[in-house]
């Protein structure tokens, strides 16, 4: 018996897609890898024939250090009840130097994008499966922005 509903089951192959997109496709992230192309399309999939196909851990955390997040661990963690945060900034993948007005630039050119992206969407009155999949981009890279944040303050004070 399976212990989390199937909408839960199906968002790990959602957010692999998101994954997918932050390392610059599945055919680019195939190189970093043990997996080929074809099989990690269907990781992502939500068709019927590929309900039963899940990433392996170790094909995950490869995807997560491609995406710079810890994006399908996370997602793990939190269908446990859990939360995933830094150890160090060097370990969150946030760059050596300290807090700066780049970061803050660069925050708010993430937040911008998905407030364009949620502008777009609702544009049409409704909220397709394309607007989703950019939309669940555009927060994952605000979230990554807001993490080298954090990242860098608990550096800061260490």
């Given at each position: 018996?399976?212990?989390?509903?199937?909408?839960?089951?199906?968002?790990?192959?959602?957010?692999?897609?998101?994954?997918?997109?932050?390392?610059?496709?599945?055919?680019?992230?195939?190189?970093?890898?043990?997996?080929?192309?074809?099989?990690?399309?269907?990781?992502?999939?939500?068709?019927?024939?590929?309900?039963?196909?899940?990433?392996?851990?170790?094909?995950?955390?490869?995807?997560?250090?491609?995406?710079?997040?810890?994006?399908?661990?996370?997602?793990?963690?939190?269908?446990?009840?859990?939360?995933?945060?830094?150890?160090?900034?060097?370990?969150?993948?946030?760059?050596?130097?300290?807090?700066?007005?780049?970061?803050?630039?660069?925050?708010?050119?993430?937040?911008?994008?998905?407030?364009?992206?949620?502008?777009?969407?609702?544009?049409d009155g409704r909220i397709d499966a394309l607007e989703r999949k950019r939309l669940r981009v555009e927060?994952?890279?605000?979230?990554?922005?807001?993490?080298?944040?954090?990242?860098?303050?608990?550096?800061?004070?260490a």
């Open positions: 018996m399976r212990h989390f509903s199937e909408k839960a089951y199906r968002s790990l192959k959602c957010v692999c897609s998101v994954a997918y997109d932050l390392a610059g496709g599945n055919t680019l992230f195939q190189h970093s890898t043990r997996v080929v192309v074809s099989q990690l399309s269907k990781y992502a999939s939500l068709n019927q024939d590929d309900e039963k196909s899940y990433m392996p851990i170790d094909v995950a955390v490869d995807l997560d250090r491609a995406a710079g997040s810890p994006i399908i661990t996370g997602t793990m963690a939190q269908l446990l009840g859990f939360r995933l945060e830094p150890l160090t900034a060097t370990a969150a993948g946030a760059e050596a130097d300290k807090l700066s007005e780049r970061d803050a630039h660069k925050l708010l050119a993430e937040a911008m994008d998905v407030s364009q992206a949620l502008l777009a969407a609702f544009a927060l994952r890279e605000v979230i990554r922005a807001a993490e080298t944040i954090l990242a860098k303050l608990d550096e800061e004070v």
